[in-house]
């Protein structure tokens, strides 16, 4: 499969534990962005990343969330200090420049 | 407002039915416009760009004013499979703003 994959498909934590979620692109996309989407919504921009760079961050992404893409290729969100708020879907997409955006499975986090 | 606006439905239609969803957008420098499809609990997957011009594909047609900063999704013959909600997609640069959906249920 050369779809954009995601890990761990879904994450059940309790409110203040970190966690992690991994997000592998399409291998000859440069550009990867990070969404959340909550029921009943469209996705909504968190960051995005042009090769290994992070060039744009909402302002949804407060100081207890942090992405990377150290090689340029996988990335990763860490989410610290989770609350229930941050009970959602997060997906991944990747694209190459000037073209649509292809879309992971998605991260399903649900915070107790 | 909401950058991006569409009627949230649901739309229920019976098969062979066709059907017209609206999108408007506010910020008139946005460069570029897609329709994706999202199924239930499943990612979002692009449906089709939409041009200036206005392009087909298959039983898909989509529209776009940009005087008006509106965009159409028009699906004829309807089959049980379109059954999903279609999401309005609006870039500008890398800046890609989503609507909320509309939701359409395709019934025998």
């Known amino acids: 499969d050369t779809g954009v994959s995601q890990n761990p498909r879904h994450k059940i934590t309790k409110r203040g534990q970190n966690v992690t979620f991994r997000c592998d692109p399409i291998s000859e996309h440069n550009r990867l962005y990070w969404y959340r989407q909550t029921l009943g919504q469209g996705p909504e921009f968190l960051t995005y990343?042009?090769?290994?760079?992070?060039?744009?961050k909402s302002r949804l992404l407060s100081d207890r969330f942090s992405a990377e893409r150290p090689k340029g290729s996988f990335s990763t969100l860490e989410i610290q200090r989770t609350e229930q708020g941050d009970s959602a879907m997060y997906l991944c997409?990747?694209?190459?420049?000037?073209?649509?955006?292809?879309f992971g499975p998605g991260t399903r986090l649900t915070v107790t | 407002r909401k950058e991006v606006e569409q009627d949230p439905g649901p739309f229920n239609v019976p098969e062979g039915a066709t059907v017209a969803f609206n999108c408007t957008y506010s910020?008139?420098?946005?460069?570029?416009f897609f329709w994706y499809r999202q199924d239930c609990r499943k990612e979002p997957k692009l449906l089709m760009s939409v041009y200036s011009s206005g392009n087909e594909d298959g039983r898909f047609t989509a529209q776009l004013n940009r005087a008006s900063q509106y965009i159409s999704l028009l699906i004829r013959d309807s089959k049980l499979s379109d059954s999903a909600t279609y999401l309005c997609v609006v870039n500008k640069g890398n800046d890609m703003r989503f609507g909320a959906g509309t939701r359409l249920t395709v019934k025998p």
């Open positions: 910020n008139s420098a946005s460069q570029s």
């Open positions: 990343f042009q090769n290994e760079a992070q060039l744009e």
């Open positions: 997409a990747s694209s190459s420049e000037g073209y649509e955006q292809y």
